[in-house]
């Protein structure tokens, strides 16, 4: 029988960030052509606009009409995304936990690729694909993260080598490092990712199999959101490089 994979969909206002997106976001799950059992974890961050409803709406129908995929959604106070990262984990049953962004997508053998990988190197904690950038509507020719195979150690001394969206962890090893550290309400994935990989083996695919759409609504492009970002991406980059300056 093969694994459950838990799917962890942090959502705020998710229906304003464009037409449609964060419905293709939540579609793409369930459209998989892995032929195992997905659970998608819908976790509302406190929305006022109707994220919450659609998100109770398409569960209903996916609920009835897929037995292979369920919808759990789940409304919380708005504290931000890694509160909502961590209460999607505690919900999470699968053996393997995805992220996926709301405005978003993946492709469709995203997950039987990420699977057929854990799955031939068991010592590997987590694995993350090549991303696909997206303008809006248009899917563009740039691709990030077009690494393959193991991610060394030193590539964290600029940044987070894995697309946040884009990963696939073993549960075992969320509950291992305690998951996002709720210090950081930006960056969090780049803290957590290096939690993991100094004490696992962590990987990635050259394939893009997660589409990255830039609009006007991400962090990035709000200034205010984008300080704090750059705030604890650059504290836990210090951390990173005087760590790994202790390990030589």
């Known amino acids: 029988m093969k694994p459950l994979i838990s799917v962890v969909m942090p959502v705020w206002n998710g229906l304003r960030a464009g037409p449609g997106y964060f419905r293709k976001a939540v579609f793409s799950l369930v459209h998989q052509d892995y032929e195992g059992p997905v659970e998608i974890i819908l976790v509302d961050d406190g929305s006022n606009d109707k994220s919450l409803e659609s998100a109770r709406e398409w569960a209903e129908q996916i609920n009835a009409g897929w037995k292979s995929r369920r919808v759990v959604v789940a409304a919380r106070p ?16 699968g053996e393997f936990v995805a992220r996926h962004d709301a405005d978003d997508w993946s492709a469709e053998s995203r997950f039987t690729k990420q699977i057929e990988f854990l799955t ?6 987590m694995v993350g694909s090549a991303v696909q950038v997206v303008h809006g509507p248009k899917v563009v020719e740039e691709v990030w993260y077009r690494a393959s195979g193991l991610i060394p150690k030193k590539s964290f001394a600029k940044g987070s080598p894995l ?15 305690n998951g996002y550290d709720a210090q950081f309400p930006h960056a969090q994935d780049y803290d957590l990712f290096w939690r993991i990989a100094k004490k696992h083996p962590i990987a990635t695919i050259p394939d893009p199999l997660y589409f990255y759409r830039v609009h006007d609504r991400r962090v990035t492009s709000d200034r205010r959101r984008f300080r704090i970002q750059l705030d604890c991406a650059t504290k836990i980059k210090r951390r990173i490089q005087r760590e790994l300056k202790d390990q030589t």
Do not use: Q, Y
């Open 163 to 177: 697309a946040h969206g884009s990963v696939m962890i073993r549960r075992s090893v969320l509950t291992e490092v």
């Open 78 to 93: 708005h504290e931000g995304v890694t509160h909502s990262l961590n209460h999607g984990i505690t919900l999470a049953t």
């Open 120 to 125: 031939e190197n068991p010592d590997v904690a």
